[in-house]
């Protein structure tokens, strides 16, 4: 997915919700378990952190929640139960929108908060 395509996208819409960052912090250690790469798995924590700091802009909280939500929902491009393949979309996502977040939490240097 390119970036510009997931800025129309309806993950971004969702991010908008005023629910949506709740249900990510309510959803995320569930996802946490389930997923094994610990590279990820620290990214996403350092930018659940970073949305909480009160530091992140109101563009960079509705980045951060949308990608979360996208990685950790089921029903994405490719459904994460198809083997490999459904973990492609995810990785696109997460290369793109967390590694610029996880940038900007490093600078401001987030503490990273066990969930």
């Not at 240097?109 to 969930?115: E, K, Q, R, T």
Request: zero cysteines; charged letters at 25%.
């Amino acid at each position: 997915m390119r970036p510009e395509k997931f800025m129309e996208s309806k993950w971004i819409k969702a991010a908008q919700a005023p629910k949506a960052r709740s249900q990510v912090l309510e959803e995320l250690p569930e996802w946490i378990k389930r997923v094994r790469n610990s590279d990820l798995v620290a990214k996403a924590r350092r930018l659940k952190d970073y949305l909480m700091s009160g530091q992140s802009s109101t563009g960079d909280i509705i980045l951060v929640v949308a990608a979360l939500l996208y990685l950790i929902s089921p029903f994405d491009v490719i459904p994460d139960f198809i083997p490999v393949v459904g973990w492609l979309d995810d990785v696109a996502v997460a290369g793109l929108v967390l590694s610029y977040l996880d940038k900007k939490a490093r600078a401001m240097d987030a503490p990273v908060v066990d969930l």
